[in-house]
Structure formats: structure tokens, C-alpha cells
């Protein structure tokens, strides 16, 4: 006979679940629902809402992938959530940044190659450059053992020192310090002379140059390297201060929105959205059997896509260490969400964050990251903790514990 939780992993397994069955757990309510930046009338568009949210990559805890490192565990489960909450901001990112905000996923439908090729970066394996082996062992020069859970700033700093071997992606990760984004060294980050550049790696991918030829841009004027933002917060001692309440929720209606990495201690979660004063997450906390490329070189995503109704907790019931997402795929994305945290988060008296045009003299000067030089990438990279030594790590926000 089966024990409850074996059976309630086999449920999980094989989830097959109507929308339908699920539409009465969110209240009828005039109240708007916003996620990623996108707003849904709860009381007409429910069905809407929940595609919108089922088109987001889930990823989960899983068991029966190759040991970490070799030796290591072959399951996150109990330790990965926060590196799960991670992998699904940063492919919200990915996902905007190849397909758009509008795109939407169906089940069993064929999607577009770039999709696939995102949901690939993230495979349980070490060869992937998302993957749990590669966050993991990146965590370590963190001072983070493989297996101990993460908290939002880690995974944050992980992310970066990652991005930095992606080519495909491109992306500039750029990770606040003493809650301050400084618009200077953004720009100085993203802003890349687009034919100039020495290494691929610098360099804006062909598409881009080609559509900055076509638009008649010199290829001397910078491009822009698509930006992920990441301000790791404290929000309070114990528990969320309320004064913040609203400046939080008025990132998630920010076009630029990738929501936020938080939870309650040693439990994350990924908030997209909120309703009201509660917020919406998406929850790592399910494990599932590893899924690996098929023969045809496509992945089995059915279980990369939560198919209930998401979750919800009252936002003051949040842990107040967290890290809100951003993406700018283009520098006047970047202008207009500066604008928009003028407008809605400097307003309060009690500021969430600071945005502040220059860098600050007292600060270090901004030097902007770059892959270390080393013939080998990835794992073999990082299994060489001597050269993690140049990465130091901000611990400034990392309260999340027992």
C-alpha cells in the first residue's frame, strides 16, 4: 500500500488539473489582480489570470538527478527553494526577453525554439548554466556548503557571477548594496559599444547589431545589454513594517516587474502578484522526478508549468528579508521604471529604496562584472574554489534563518 506521501508525490507527478475546478478559490470580487506588471479584472477575466499565471516556469524541488559535484545530493528537496525561487525570476526575465510579456504558454502546444532553449538552461544538470549544480556549487565560494538553504541576497549573487558565463543571454545583472540602486552604473553596465567590443562575451548578440543597423544606429552608438535588477531589502526586524506595504505591492504593477524572492524562514517562495493585501506565489515546495532533453533535443514541460490556482498569504505574514526582480530590455525600459519609483516609491516618507543618479564617493568605485579569466566555464570553473576568492560576497541581507 502506498504511504500518504508517496501518493500525494504520485498526484503531484502525474497533475493533470482543469482550471476550472480551481476558479472558485480565488473570491468574486470587483478588485484587480496584478501580476508581473499586468493587470487582470478578477471578476471577468479569471480564466485569463490563470493562464497568465500558468505560463510562468515553475520549477520545483527534484530527486534522481546526476550527485552535485559528483559526490553531492542527487534531490534538492529541503534546501533548494530559494535556488528554485531564483531559477523562475530569472527565467521570467529570459522569457521577456526573448518572447515578450504577452507571450503565453498552452499545454502540449509547440512552442517557439527560444522557449525551449530557456527551459534548457535550467535542467538538473551540470552542464546547464542555470541549473541546480551550477547555483549550488556557485553558492559555495558564497560561503554556502552544497545542501545549506540560501537566502534572497545569495541567490541574487549567484545569479550575477552566472550570468557571466551566458552568452546566449546576454544579460547585465546588477545587484542593489545598502538598498540603492545607482542609475550611473547601470548605464555604465548596459551601455556596450556594439562592434567594438574585444570578446564575444562583451558584445550584444548578432540580433541586436543587425536591428541597430536596420534602425540606422551607428554601430559606434552603445546598445543596450538587457538588464536584470535585484534589490535585495529588510523590510522590518521581526516581521514586515506596514509602512511598506504599498511601495511593495506598487512594484508588482510596474511594467518591469519580475516580483520579489522571499517567504518565511528557510521556506521561500516566488511572489508574482498580489490581490487586495495578499500576495500570489508560486511554490517550489513539490518534488518531482528530474526531466532531461528527449532524443528530439525538446523538453517534456508539462511539469514546468503550475497548472492550479497559485497560492496566496497575507503580505504581512512575509519574512521582511527579500529581493524584488526588474527587467530592462531596453535603456528607455530602464528610464521609464527610474520614473516610476520617483513617482510611487520616493514619495513615502519611509523609503523602501533609494534611487540616486550618482555613485557615491564614499563607495568603492563601480567596476562592472566580468567573466574571470579562466579556460573552462561552469562546473569545471567552480569546482576550482581558489578561483571563487576574487568573489566577495555583500551579506548584508542574509537575516533569513530558524
Known amino acids: 500500500m502506498q504511504s500518504t506521501g508517496s501518493s500525494v508525490l504520485s498526484k503531484y507527478e502525474n497533475q493533470i488539473t482543469i482550471f476550472t475546478d480551481y476558479l472558485e478559490e480565488y473570491p468574486d470580487t470587483d478588485e484587480l489582480v496584478w501580476i508581473l506588471g499586468k493587470q487582470h479584472l478578477l471578476k471577468t477575466e479569471k480564466s485569463k489570470l490563470l493562464s497568465d499565471i500558468s505560463a510562468r516556469l515553475w520549477f520545483t524541488y527534484r530527486r534522481k538527478f546526476s550527485p552535485i559535484g559528483g559526490t553531492g545530493p542527487s534531490s534538492d528537496a529541503g534546501w533548494g527553494c530559494m535556488l528554485r525561487c531564483g531559477q523562475m525570476m530569472l527565467a521570467q526575465a529570459l522569457i521577456c526577453r526573448h518572447l515578450g510579456r504577452d507571450w503565453s504558454w498552452e499545454?502540449?502546444?509547440?512552442?517557439?525554439?527560444?522557449?525551449?532553449?530557456i527551459l534548457q538552461c535550467f535542467l538538473d544538470r551540470k552542464d546547464c548554466c542555470y541549473s541546480i549544480h551550477q547555483m549550488a556549487q556557485m553558492g559555495v565560494g558564497e560561503g554556502k556548503s552544497i545542501g545549506e538553504w540560501f537566502g534572497p541576497n545569495t541567490v541574487a549573487q549567484v545569479l550575477k557571477k552566472l550570468a557571466l558565463f551566458d552568452e546566449w543571454n546576454s544579460l547585465a545583472v546588477?545587484?542593489?548594496?545598502?538598498?540603492?540602486?545607482?542609475?550611473?552604473?547601470?548605464?555604465?553596465?548596459?551601455?556596450?559599444?556594439?562592434?567594438?567590443?574585444?570578446?564575444?562575451?562583451?558584445?550584444?548578440?548578432?540580433?541586436?547589431?543587425?536591428?541597430?543597423?536596420?534602425?540606422?544606429?551607428?554601430?559606434?552608438?552603445?546598445?543596450?545589454k538587457p538588464l536584470l535588477l535585484i534589490v535585495p531589502l529588510r523590510l522590518g526586524i521581526n516581521q514586515i513594517n506596514p509602512v511598506y506595504v504599498d511601495a511593495f505591492k506598487e512594484c508588482f504593477k510596474m511594467p518591469q516587474s519580475l516580483g520579489a524572492l522571499g517567504g518565511k524562514p528557510n521556506n521561500a517562495y516566488y511572489f508574482i502578484g498580489f490581490l487586495g493585501d495578499e500576495l500570489i506565489f508560486l511554490d517550489p515546495h513539490t518534488t518531482?522526478?528530474?526531466?532531461?532533453?528527449?532524443?528530439?533535443?525538446?523538453v517534456n514541460d508539462q511539469t514546468f508549468h503550475c497548472l492550479q490556482s497559485p497560492q496566496r498569504m497575507n503580505i504581512l505574514n512575509l519574512d521582511p528579508s527579500v529581493a524584488l526582480g526588474f527587467f530592462c530590455k531596453e535603456e528607455k525600459d530602464f528610464d521609464n521604471w527610474c520614473s516610476l519609483v520617483q513617482k510611487e516609491i520616493l514619495k513615502e516618507n519611509l523609503r523602501m529604496f533609494e534611487l540616486v543618479q550618482k555613485h557615491p564617493s564614499h563607495w568603492p568605485p563601480f567596476v562592472p562584472p566580468a567573466k574571470p579569466e579562466v579556460t573552462t566555464t561552469g562546473a569545471e570553473f567552480i569546482d576550482s574554489t581558489e578561483q571563487l576568492e576574487e568573489f566577495d560576497l555583500e551579506e548584508d541581507f542574509e537575516i533569513l534563518s530558524v
Not at 543587425?210 to 552603445?222: E, F
Not at 518531482?288 to 525538446?298: A, L, M, R, S
Request: negative net charge; aromatic residues 6%.
Open 288 to 298: 518531482q522526478t528530474f526531466v532531461d532533453t528527449e532524443e528530439n533535443g525538446t
Open 174 to 224: 546588477y545587484v542593489s548594496m545598502d538598498n540603492t540602486v545607482v542609475i550611473e552604473d547601470i548605464k555604465k553596465m548596459c551601455r556596450v559599444l556594439p562592434l567594438s567590443a574585444d570578446t564575444a562575451g562583451d558584445r550584444p548578440p548578432d540580433s541586436l547589431i543587425a536591428s541597430n543597423q536596420s534602425k540606422g544606429i551607428s554601430a559606434h552608438c552603445p546598445a543596450w
Open 107 to 117: 499545454k502540449q502546444k509547440e512552442q517557439p525554439k527560444e522557449y525551449q532553449r
